[in-house]
């Protein structure tokens, strides 16, 4: 029976590319499931220099304009010793090191460069607590490591991911760091930052201590961030996956271990953090994506967290939150990049994660996507990341769509929207994923929908009718803006293959590339859309791995 089953979906879906299968998606404006919160807002990168340079400059503007002065980035090797020269996986600041007689040298130059330049442009630090630098390490050489695409990640575990030989020394760099923020920043800036300790350190490529090594870094770390701002907002501990058994027993630690820098009872926790990853592969000469590792990663971690009664209603931030797990690497089974497959991932993951979080009562935060920019790297060269050379990919369209969304979540309901929980088992590997996020603020009226499916291969446009029910406004007449990712809209990566994909593109072709790397709206767009009864019905065309968002104001 079920291979009968599976024959019979098989058959369904070998139809021509150039073909349409019909869609229904109903929204109802009256049912509100809670505030819509913005968990799209925090970005993230292995490498903190590129932000000072001028396509890191650019784009963090760009992440800024999205919600000023909301939107948060991540950044590891904070605390690394060099002189700030950037690489591939590093970065440095040389904010300490010593002197002949052991004494601190604090030098905030570099750091403060990084920082301003997120003040300057927005957005505010999810400040990593790390990595070791070199005069603190109890194994400090080789330090800087060496690594390249291609290469494993067990080079990157050099000096700088040890245990400090003084915590002490260690809690007292913390301190000055937070208190020169502090002073430099204002008391009232520094309190919404996130401050959180080290990075994967459940992971030997980035941690070789022992857990409770890290629990006491930990311990030592918050401490000193609170002395120096009581009012501090401190957490973590970001750990790669769930952390399986490390994260069960940092919670225990948190709530009821003895503090290994107060001697008190527990450790100060205001969110918690942990990682999901996608699992990628090359199949049939196409890409293949595993957004279900990705959501069950996360279900996992968000039971975890629900089973710990002192923790459960605390914020949670997937700290990194992608569909896999190198932004640096390249290969063919990371050829979705450049894509709009990645945009309808994006897409399609960010409305499950409210979906989860809404089915185990938990309180997501954000959703961290560890992508940024790679300086002066060839044109669309397959990297992980937001834009290239300074032009916008897709996926940066689908954060700009999100920012479009706002009030309450409302229900929308989809024909063909693969389940939660057969997705959670099977991604989507049958039938496609056509789903739908809509809210409702004031006088508008917003729904996002992707057409997503794992491989990367041809399908069918969805034709898509739209029911709006339920609408504040009864009778009458709404204005209707749509915006589009796919193809012909929104997406420079294939406006640079039409122009022959020049690995130098003229002035002239640059500007093109700009351009169309912003979020475009429908050429029709705004139109006129009839209201009766409280009722909207809308029609639109969607090919696979398109996204679309619909703005109706009133």
């Known amino acids: ?27 109802d404006a009256a049912k509100s499931l809670g505030e819509l919160k913005p968990i799209w807002r925090m970005f993230g990168a292995d490498e903190p220099n590129y932000a000072t340079m001028k396509d890191g400059k650019k784009l963090l503007a760009e992440l800024g304009e999205l919600r000023p002065n909301d939107i948060f980035f991540r ?50 630090p999810y400040l990593q607590i790390g990595f070791m630098p070199e005069a603190l390490s109890i194994h400090p050489e080789p330090y800087q490591h060496e690594w390249r695409p291609g290469a494993g990640y067990n080079r990157i575990a050099t000096g700088w991911s040890y245990p400090p030989k003084d915590y002490a020394r260690f809690a007292g760099l913390v301190y000055q760091w937070v208190k020169h923020c502090v002073d430099r920043y204002g008391r009232a800036e520094v309190e919404h930052w996130y401050f959180e300790v080290w990075n994967e350190s459940n992971s030997s490529s980035y941690w070789h201590g022992t857990p409770e090594d890290l629990y006491k870094l930990h311990d030592f770390a918050v401490d000193a961030v609170r002395r120096a701002l009581p009012t501090a907002r401190v957490g973590g501990p970001d750990m790669a996956g769930t952390g399986g058994r490390f994260m069960e027993n940092f919670m225990k ?91 309808s991932y994006t897409a399609a993951t960010f409305g499950r994660e409210h979906a989860l979080a809404a089915r185990r009562g938990v309180n997501l935060d954000a959703a961290l996507t560890w992508a940024f920019e790679f300086e002066d790297q060839p044109f669309f060269a397959g990297q992980r990341t937001l834009a290239n050379n300074g032009i916008d990919l897709p996926v940066m369209n689908v954060f700009r769509m999100f920012s479009r969304m706002s ?15 057969d997705i959670l088992r099977n991604g989507v590997r049958g039938k496609p994923d056509v789903g739908a996020l809509a809210s409702i603020d004031a006088k508008k009226l917003t729904v996002l929908t992707w057409y997503y499916h794992d491989d990367d291969v041809a ?23 749509q915006y589009r990712i796919d193809r012909t809209h929104s997406n420079a990566f294939t406006v640079w293959q039409n122009l022959g994909s020049p690995t130098a593109p003229t002035d002239a072709q640059y500007a093109q590339l ?32 398109g996204v679309s968002l619909l703005v109706l104001e009133w």
């Open 253 to 343: 630690h948190v709530v009821d271990g003895t503090n290994y820098a107060t001697g008190q009872r527990g450790t100060p926790t205001d969110f918690l953090s942990f990682h999901a990853k996608g699992s990628p592969g090359f199949v049939d000469g196409h890409v293949r994506l595993g957004i279900a590792a990705q959501l069950r990663t996360i279900d996992q971690g968000f039971a975890m967290i629900a089973n710990v009664p002192e923790l459960k209603n605390k914020p949670i931030v997937i700290g990194e939150s992608d569909p896999d797990g190198c932004a640096a690497c390249q290969g063919p089974q990371l050829g979705y990049r450049n894509t709009t497959m990645y945009s």
């Open 459 to 481: 399908g069918p446009d969805a034709d898509i009718e739209f029911t709006l029910n339920h609408l504040p406004l009864a009778n009458g007449e709404a204005r209707l803006a």
């Open 407 to 421: 009030g309450q979540r409302i229900e929308a309901s989809s024909s063909e929207e693969t389940p939660l929980d």
């Open 514 to 545: 700009l351009k169309a790397g912003q979020l475009e709206a429908d050429s029709l767009s705004p139109a006129a859309v009839s209201v009766k009864d409280g009722t909207a019905k809308l029609k639109l065309t969607l090919p696979r791995q």
């Open 1 to 27: 029976m079920k291979l009968l089953l599976l024959s019979a979906l098989c058959l369904v879906w070998a139809i021509p590319a150039n073909a349409q299968f019909p869609v229904t998606i109903t929204v």
């Open 75 to 124: 950044a590891h090797n904070l605390l690394c010793t060099g002189d700030g020269t950037p690489a591939l996986k590093w970065g440095s600041t040389g904010i300490y090191t010593e002197d002949k007689e052991g004494k601190p040298i604090y030098n905030w130059t570099v750091i403060d460069r990084i920082f301003d330049t997120y003040r300057a442009r927005g957005v505010r």
